[in-house]
């Protein structure tokens, strides 16, 4: 009997196990992770709908089994791991340490849970979770006994087509296909694609790793004749990017398991290969990633079928193993949205056809098109930018036909067969206009559609308010995230750079909030340490191709995505892995210090003025104007209350991970450097800092650069740059505007981002949505450069943070623990907000009738969440209040509520610390609140 559990009270309803998840993703194929961390999630019991929901309810043990069949499993035979019942809260990312995992090997598992109320009542356990599972890669380098192969002798930059017939003489019992590569590629058999991903693999560090992607391919086989074809193109594997062989390289092996033992097919020279089709448009670099050329004569329409004579075909060519690291991919692959049609068709004066598709994507045309004679040309520019039509010119560059097309295009070559369908295949395009020259006739809206590809990530987050202007600009920059990452690393989905960013993290919290992307951004950080210098410097993009622009904070991405995983997801194993890396950056950072202040550098052979950049594309005076740079001793200023966040994060994670001995000296270095970075820079004659601007007493701030007793005095400096000398709007760039919303969401102060977020002139969003009518965010305030990135895309997490509320527990990551501090502000008068955390889906939506506010809130089993709900002060007291007596919750007094303690009273707000289950809280807010004010 569990103490303080009165007996002869009855036990309460179980709970549901669901969700289960292995490293973050639902049934992964050939995952290289030795001992993988299994998660669920635990939510009410479905059935019997008349009981009232449990509050309070945490697990207090857990059981996990895992075999290695479907039938021991149901027969409740763990052979690889029964974990028996382990008496634990935890429920996410828990490690597998059953038996060693080899290769191939089937994992199915399920696990049970026994959970407790907050009045001490144990819940019986819950019945087993549905079946899940997981399989094992190639582990061992000698399991993989593929060769590895390329195209003997290609005429131009290879797209080929590979294939190998073989016999099956009995039936299969499983079957799973490796491939392994830097290229992108279709694999088909027996003429069928394989599943419904594109782009694959995911883009890497190419010269460090390369991916292995798994299929089972069980029902694809058949008994007698198969094909595997492949269909390849050589993506980022390009010569310039040390790629020697002009074409793409790859092994690939085949496992099958038949009646009669198993059997192996790899890549070697004896596989089939010839060149495509497709050929490469353009120089896979900055402003000339340019598309394919389609020859349709020369289309072999049955190069993945069985039955193709294939004699004519060059054999491969065998070539030495890559020196690099093998991995699997680790995370969702990339697929095609649902199409859209286009909302105008019209011609040019040259007789040139324009399609739009009335909003910016990043992803593929499909074009059908009529009656084209053999050998004639459609060619397809693809534009995110009509200049022909704005009063104000936005275009960074633009074309003959007043387009801006980064030089983007595709060429069809018909065969002359009536009707033909382009559709790009191993490049894409970011656009809202396709125009097309060579077609003898208009196309329809029937002949063409457009589809993002973006990963195959589920919703996080949901949110809406009663302030039309923020659904839109929070409807916006959830759309200009999805245009970003078809690589699988976000960033990509550029025309100009197809480039991953750092951008100083600045983008990563409205990601984590509107998607599911746990999985992608732990690739991403492998993506970061792939791509570090041994001198310790991060590069500003990664994976890296180019010498990108960007300073301290671009490189400090790495930290920044390591502090997302653990405090939004809970992972301290990451934090492990990454902890020397990142440490190793920092240092880096130290070695360009003169006297211990950070001075301007570069870390290339490029100029400091695009490699030591702090803030970047700040407003100009005017919108006609572009943007703003910073001057270096800006910069210094800047940068140097970056690099005490550096030092910051760095002992955070330390703490997270029980280094102490590197807690104690983050913490000896920040006690020297925060004072000495205050001292350079502020005038105490005039107390003011050297080069204030919002972005530079943000970041200051956000740093905690100045002493305490001087911070109230720089806030109300920062404050009336906002309210005063720019009247409610922003003068920030990508990282400043980042920065400023993260301030002020700790400072609680919604009343400054709602006063920013409502404004309609320049520069700010509502401009970009009431002025200019754009409907993704652009490269600058003003409008000016590409409409497909994103520099300006950094309010998404205000709306689930700010006005929602949600707040994710710095002590108690992964939400585990959380608080629930929605901003009433005074343009909203009603908030829906949600979000699926590792446990299960938080709740925070409000409402305000003149001064009656009414909190709706869900706190998933096994968390509890502190919640803040702002009272006014009993008639007669002067000041905040100073009791939560007019609080209710579900109708009586909130501190005699059912899973309800009360805790303290703060800044006019009853502060409740509360378990899992469904709430009301209603209370009448003061005539003012500052920050919360109605």
Known sequence: MIVGWVAGLPSAQAADVTHLRCEYLVNPLGIDVAMPRLSWVIEEKAEGGNLKPERGVRQTAYQILVASSEELLKKDQGDLWDSGKVESEQSVLVEYIGKPLGSWKQCHWKVRVWTLTSDLRPLTSSSWSEPAMWSMGLMKPEDFTAKWITHPDPKRLSHPWLRRTFEMKEGVERAVMYINTGSYYELHINGRKVGSYVLEPGITQINKRLSVNSYDVTSCLVKGTN??????????????????????????????????????????????????????????CWNDFGGERFDAREYVGDWDQAGLDDSQWVQAREIPAPLVAHSWQGCESARLSDPVKPVEIRRLQNGKWVIDFGRPLTGWMRLNMHDLKAGQEVQINYADIDDN?????????????????????????????????????FN???????????LDRE?????????????????????????????????????????????????????????????????????????????????WIRDYSDAQRNDGWFTHTAPAFEDHGGGPAWGGQASELVRRMLLYYGDRGIVEQMYDKLRKYVDFVESKTRDDILRSYTPTTRGEDMMFIGDWARPAASAGQGFNMDKNEEREFFNNSYRVLLWQQLQDFAASIGRTDEVSRCGERLATIRPLVHKTFYQPDKGVYLYSSQSSLAMALYTRIPPPELRPKIMAQLENMIVVEKQGHLDTGLLGTFVLLDLLIQENRNDLVDLIMGQTTYPGWGYLVKELGLKTWPETWSGWGSHVILVTATPGSWFFEGLGGILPDPVNPGFKH????????????????????PYGGIVSNWKLETRNLTMDVTIPINTTATVYVPVAAKPGEDGPAKDSVGVTESGKPAAKANGVKFLRMENNAAVYEVGSGTYQFQSTLPETIKGNAK
């Open 227 to 284: 094909t595997i074809a492949l269909w390849m193109g050589p993506g980022w594997h390009q010569p310039r990017n040390g790629n020697t062989y002009n074409a793409p390289i790859l092994r690939a092996q085949l496992n099958i398991d038949t009646h009669s033992g198993p059997m192996v097919l790899g890549t070697d020279a004896s596989w089939r290969i010839k060149d495509s089709c497709i050929s490469q448009i353009g120089g896979w």
């Open 389 to 425: 039509r704005n009063a104000r010119k936005l275009a960074f560059m633009v074309n003959d036909d007043g387009f801006q097309d980064f030089n983007q295009k595709d060429v069809f070559i018909s065969a002359g067969k009536g009707a033909e369908t382009f559709c790009s295949k």
């Open 818 to 837: 959380f608080m629930l501090r929605p901003g009433i502000v005074k343009s909203v008068d009603w908030v829906k907000c949600s979000y699926q955390s």
């Open 428 to 438: 894409y395009h970011s656009f809202r206009y396709a125009v097309i020259a060579g």
């Open 443 to 523: 196309p329809s809206v029937n002949d063409a559609e457009a589809m993002m590809i973006e990963p195959d990530l589920s919703s996080a987050g949901s949110f809406e308010c009663s302030n039309d202007l923020f659904n839109r600009i929070h409807e916006i920059t959830r759309y200009t995230l999805r245009t970003q990452n078809p690589c699988l690393a976000l960033g990509t989905g550029e025309a100009r750079e197809k480039s991953a960013y750092g951008d100083g993290g600045a983008h990563l919290s409205g990601y984590v909030y509107n998607f599911k992307c746990d999985a992608n951004l732990k690739k």
